[in-house]
């Protein structure tokens, strides 16, 4: 199969993971015999230094035609004080909401190799395997700018949210269910917020097309701690921006690491875009420190969802599982004692992996 990616790796580590990640899908290509053709483009600071605007006509162009879009980090101390519309943060939210990449999907699972690089306990964390289905459109992230500052010593904030904005997300959240463990916690805040309250309400409504699915509504404040008391209470989460923005932050510690979160920002027709959950880390940007597996993982959830590649995404996500079962991990995978892979080394090592699986698998067919 032929596809086209458009490639934007943004500021910091994201250069230096995404880099890696094309060497992977190049392997991936080779093995099964398919071409992905890699569009460039700029976005966030380094679009700015080099047009003046975080999100160029050019990049968005690139992506509207290609078939899926990979996105490495935004941001960095150098453009921190910008202008709010200047900044490379809006490069992000505008290309989520010109390309309407309303549903992120943010898979949690906790490897069983990393348990004792997560601070929390590990009979706490053992086979937790959660998915936050963040709404990414809407709320607070997108409040109508003129409201944002009244004079000089007022600011507001807007949260809003059409009926239909939380209808699509909510549906998104019970399909998701409906494939995994049919349980759906629906996070909010509607003891205190409007927005909450016609959530609630619009949840309730659907529960009704999906009795398969046992749903749960639960205040975002007890969610966070229940994140951290029980996460294997959870299945699957479904929320609004800001709320699961931060949730998934919590959530990456049952991991060990926000290097090891991958994400897919999804349109209605299924288009989308992939992105690791951490940003652009300027305090590692350059020293080939980062970890490559939350870019790596993000382009499985692309072969998987976009191109229906399930063998391929398999791969990656087998060939990841093993590297980090033979004991290799970066250093931000705090580990006692011992010292982290660079990023080119992990990179290494899941390539290797991969060639590995695929010589085995050549065996076993030869056998077969
Ligand atoms: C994320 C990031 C972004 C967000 C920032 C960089 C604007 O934190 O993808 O979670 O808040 O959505
Ligand atoms: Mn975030």
């Known amino acids: 199969m032929k596809k086209t990616v458009a490639v934007l790796p943004g500021d910091g580590i994201g250069t230096e993971v995404m880099e890696g990640t094309i060497k992977v899908l190049n392997a991936v290509a080779d093995r099964f015999g398919h071409t992905f053709e ?5 976005i966030g600071g380094a679009a700015i230094d080099e047009t003046g605007e975080p999100l160029p006509k050019e990049t968005l162009d690139v992506c509207k035609e290609s078939d899926a879009v990979l996105l490495g980090a935004v ?15 809006k490069g992000l939210l505008k290309i989520r909401k010109e390309l309407e990449l309303f549903a992120n999907l943010r898979p949690v699972k906790a490897y069983d ?47 809003s949210y059409t009926r239909e ?3 699509r997300i909510v549906d998104q959240g019970f399909q998701a269910a409906r494939k995994r463990n049919r349980k759906l ?21 659907k ?5 398969d699915v046992d749903v749960e509504h639960m205040l975002v404040d007890a969610a966070a701690m229940k994140i951290v008391q029980n996460p294997a209470n959870f299945d699957v989460i479904v929320t609004e921006n800001l709320f699961g923005d931060i ?23 299924g288009f989308g875009m992939y992105e690791p959950v951490h940003g652009s880390a300027p305090d590692i940007a350059g020293k080939n420190l980062a970890n490559p597996l939350a870019m790596i993982l993000s382009s499985s959830m692309m072969l998987n969802h976009s191109f ?53 698998a050549g065996i076993m067919e030869a056998y077969a």
């Open 38 to 42: 890699f569009q460039k483009g700029v």
């Open 75 to 89: 941001g960095g101390p150098k453009w921190d004080d910008l202008p709010r519309n200047l900044r490379p943060e």
């Open 113 to 159: 190799s990393l348990l004792d690089a997560s601070p929390l306990k590990e009979e706490r964390i053992k086979g937790v395997d959660m998915l936050i289905v963040r709404e990414l459109t809407g709320g607070l992230y997108f409040g109508t700018p003129s409201e944002r500052r009244e004079d000089g010593d007022r600011v507001v904030d807007t949260l």
């Open 165 to 167: 904005e939380i209808e």
């Open 185 to 205: 916690t629906s996070v909010d805040k509607a003891n205190v917020l409007e927005s909450s309250r016609m959530w609630r309400e619009i949840v309730n409504e």
């Open 207 to 211: 529960a009704a097309n999906y009795p």
């Open 247 to 269: 949730l998934s932050d919590e959530a990456s510690m049952i991991t060990g690491s926000l290097g090891m979160l991958p994400s897919a920002s999804l349109r209605k027709d």
């Open 308 to 360: 229906n590649m399930k063998e391929e995404s398999e791969a990656i996500d087998k060939a990841v599982k093993e590297v980090l079962e033979a004991g290799y991990f970066t250093s931000d995978l705090v580990k006692k004692g011992k010292r982290g892979l660079s990023t080119d080394k992990m990179i290494n090592q899941v390539i290797l992996q991969l060639a590995e699986d695929n010589a085995t």
